[in-house]
């Protein structure tokens, strides 16, 4: 486990925001979405951030102009993403492509890559500075989809900031998008993998049916420990951290269970304890993100080559307090792995028609924890010429103003040793008994499970 914490402070000096179209003409349409992407628990920005360190083979070439040029050439194939959305009067969202374009911010900094330090990992210094929220240009409807900064630093590298709409995509959407962007930056002529709307896929049925049943969106009492102002560290997890959990499990159920879910019941426990619930019975859910892409959720036949909208639902695995805490990880692990095994293809289905017939709800937000792995994405996959880079993923955890979010970014430590980081936030006391009871979860190398502490 490691965790960062940074007091660095440096200048940005940003050129004013451009808007970058795509180099020819496009369709001009509408576009609709599914009823996966424009759910009001999606209607929001998700910032991405990569460091690229000096590459001697790159020298007198200016990453800005390399991208921007890269930008306008992939917005062709991509276009829905240079246009605006727009809200029916049911609340319905589609894609006016009219090929406005993306917001491109081009800027400079006084600091070296070597000042963040050996462990790239959010939370960043100064992070609002590398990808500059521009006013008015942060909401979901009638404003640039995607905002781009690109900074220099001292070093001769250079630090790649995103936002981008979720409603419009998935991790693994935007990160098809970024490798397309990437081949273009390196000469190529089009992405290698085209893309396709399809979203019609993921639309309700006619007429809509539940056939499921979906603890993520059903509502819980307000509590004061769902909501709060978030301090984000960052964890990382690599062999000797998995090692350390699989010692405290049963064998045969380390041995079938994958290290995402191993870490998400450890974590899940660790996070309970810290914030301290007064109530043994509060009910509590872990909302694991499940793509239609992959494993037991994937679709037959598979979703089309080149689909790159959202194709996710977050099945929940539901407890108690007291429950969770004073029975052992392997209790925790086994909910996991049950919820994720409910996703099929039935169950994506069965969530687009029920935001067709409840009006799109959020959810469940209160008593809630979501985990989301990233490592499968494709995010160690962008180059843009310059190498791999340093950290590839998102800036912080938490989604929009929802601190209960946390991410699985596939990570290589100073070490170099393999892993996942993980961001996570609470309130800042909450954080420190985190910090202690994953310590000591850690540090336990026998298949005994004491009580974490707690205040039951």
């Not at 081949?183 to 002529?189: H, P, R, T």
């Not at 960052?234 to 079938?256: D, H, T, V």
């Not at 694991?288 to 959720?297: D, E, L, S, Y």
């Not at 040793?417 to 800042?428: A, N, Q, T």
Request: proline share 8%.
């Amino acid at each position: 486990m490691v965790l960062q914490t940074s007091s660095l402070v440096f200048t940005v000096r940003r050129h004013p925001p451009e808007l970058v179209a795509p180099a020819k003409p496009t369709s001009h349409e509408l576009k609709v979405l599914s009823e996966i992407d424009d759910q009001n628990g999606l209607r929001y920005q998700l910032p991405l951030v990569q460091f690229f360190p000096y590459q001697a083979s790159m020298a007198g070439k200016d990453p800005v102009e390399v991208i921007r040029k890269a930008l306008s050439k992939t917005l062709v194939f991509y276009y829905p993403f240079a246009g605006r959305l727009r809200e029916c009067p049911n609340g319905k969202l589609m894609v006016d492509c009219n090929g406005e374009g993306v917001m491109f911010i081009e800027a400079d900094a006084d600091v070296t890559i070597q000042q963040f330090g050996n462990n790239f990992m959010p939370p960043f210094p100064s992070f609002d500075e590398l990808l500059y929220n521009v006013p008015g240009s942060d909401g979901i409807t009638d404003c640039p989809l995607l905002l781009i900064q690109v900074t220099r630093v001292k070093c001769g590298g250079f630090i790649f900031g995103l936002r981008m709409n979720h409603v419009m995509c998935d991790g693994s959407g935007i990160c098809q998008f970024m490798k397309g962007l990437s081949e273009i930056a390196e000469g190529a002529a089009k992405p290698s993998i085209l893309p396709g709307w399809h979203r019609e896929i993921l639309c309700a049925r006619d007429p809509p049916r539940v056939t499921c049943i979906h603890h993520e969106y059903q509502q819980l009492p307000p509590d004061s420990r769902s909501i709060f102002t978030p301090h984000h560290r960052s964890f990382f997890f690599g062999p000797k951290e998995i090692a350390s959990l699989c010692a405290l499990l049963p064998q045969r159920l380390a041995a079938k269970s994958t290290s995402f879910e191993i870490i998400t019941a450890c974590l899940w426990r660790c996070r309970t304890a810290s914030l301290q619930w007064p109530n043994p019975n509060q009910e509590l859910r872990l909302l694991c993100i499940v793509n239609a892409r992959f494993g037991t959720c994937r679709f037959n036949p598979p979703l089309p080559t080149g689909f790159y909208g959202n194709a996710f639902v977050f099945p929940a695995a539901v407890t108690t307090v007291g429950e969770l805490l004073n029975r052992p990880l392997g209790f925790a692990l086994e909910l996991i792995k049950k919820a994720k095994n409910e996703a099929n293809e039935e169950y994506v289905h069965s969530v687009a028609d029920l935001m067709a017939m409840k009006g799109r709800p959020c959810f469940t937000r209160l008593g809630s924890f979501m985990v989301s792995d990233l490592t499968k994405s494709g995010f160690t996959d962008v180059y843009f010429g310059w190498g791999k880079p340093l950290y590839f993923g998102v800036a912080k955890g938490g989604l929009g103003d929802i601190p209960g979010v946390s991410f699985y970014v596939p990570y290589t430590n100073s070490k170099g040793e393999k892993g996942r980081v993980i961001p996570i936030c609470l309130p800042e006391d909450a954080m420190e008994r985190f910090d202690k009871e994953l310590d000591h979860t850690l540090n336990i190398m026998n298949n005994t499970i004491p009580v974490l502490k707690s205040n039951l």
